[in-house]
């Protein structure tokens, strides 16, 4: 199986680096890397040729995550599509697992799976611990763009990444994955979480950062949460533990006087009561 990876970077060499590094030595060769650059500089460009095994191809894109993503797409020629950040990275044989999977089970549509640190804790979200198909009320615990592959009929049939999501749409357009693997989900792809094949990713939001890139960061994440229950009109159950959830951890971090982490909490909260009520429902 001939696979495209599609990322976008803009200014993390460093881990771009590593990403590069676990690509060169993937058992599996049969894979392109659509490296979109949004640097205003060749930083990206001096990373990429120093790692020719990456199979990289750069391409360039104003900034935003989605116009990134969205430029691949246009530009991709795999049987299937994935959306690798500049900084994760692979274990050496991913993607041979993924490609077995794929060939084993011809009836899934995609495939998706948890992220973890280099210490093999959880990242980015609180990942599931069974397999299984998504649904339209467990995507949250079972995939983001980073941990999803599609085969190209399901890419070809959805179409581009929406670049109207989240609290600034010109830079990262949080909720923008999740949208699309909504869009996916509803359409009747059939996709399976396999919890066993895991991506390499550093925590997203860490939480004892409170710099003010780290409280805009969670506010924007939070935003895009609170836009995809609102405009997908999600059961009301999972809409109030959506919300409830970090409003209750913030309560517990003051009452214990960790105000770091309760302002991290609250940030979050705002996001996603702001998402939701400045969303429209689809229709």
Not at 9 to 31: K, M, P, V, W
Not at 98 to 121: K, N, V, Y
Not at 227 to 235: A, D, G, L, M
Not at 247 to 263: P, W
Request: one cysteine or more; a positive charge; charged letters at 25%.
């Amino acid at each position: 199986m001939f696979f495209s990876l599609i990322c976008g970077t803009a200014g993390r060499t460093g881990e771009l680096q590593r990403l590069l590094n676990s690509l060169a030595i993937q058992s599996h060769r049969q894979f392109e890397l659509l490296l979109i650059d949004q640097n205003t500089d060749d930083r990206a460009r001096r990373v990429l040729a120093a790692v020719p095994e990456a199979n990289g191809v750069r391409l360039e894109s104003p900034p935003g995550l989605c116009r990134a993503l969205n430029l691949g797409l246009q530009h991709a020629r795999g049987e299937a599509i994935g959306f690798p950040d500049d900084d994760c990275w692979y274990e050496p044989d991913f993607l041979t697992q993924l490609t077995g999977l794929f060939e084993t089970h011809p009836q899934w549509d995609g495939i998706s799976f948890p992220a973890a640190d280099e210490e093999g804790r959880p990242s980015i979200a609180r990942w599931d611990k069974q397999p299984g198909r998504l649904t339209k009320t467990n995507i949250g615990t079972r995939g983001c763009s980073t941990t999803v592959y599609y085969r190209r009929a399901v890419c070809e049939r959805i179409g581009l990444f929406d670049e109207s999501i989240g609290a600034d749409i010109s830079l990262v357009s949080p909720g923008s994955d999740i949208d699309y693997l909504h869009r996916v989900v509803r359409a009747g792809f059939h996709m399976e979480y396999q919890p066993h094949l895991v991506i390499r990713h550093p925590h997203a939001l860490a939480e004892g950062v409170i710099n003010e890139q780290a409280k805009r960061k969670r506010y924007q994440y939070g935003y895009g949460e609170g836009s995809i229950v609102r405009k997908y009109s999600v059961p009301l159950w999972y809409a109030g533990a959506l919300m409830l959830f970090p409003f209750m951890r913030a309560i517990k971090h003051a009452a214990k006087g960790n105000n770091h982490l309760a302002s991290n909490e609250w940030l979050t909260f705002r996001g996603r009561i702001d998402g939701w009520l400045l969303t429209r429902p689809q229709r």
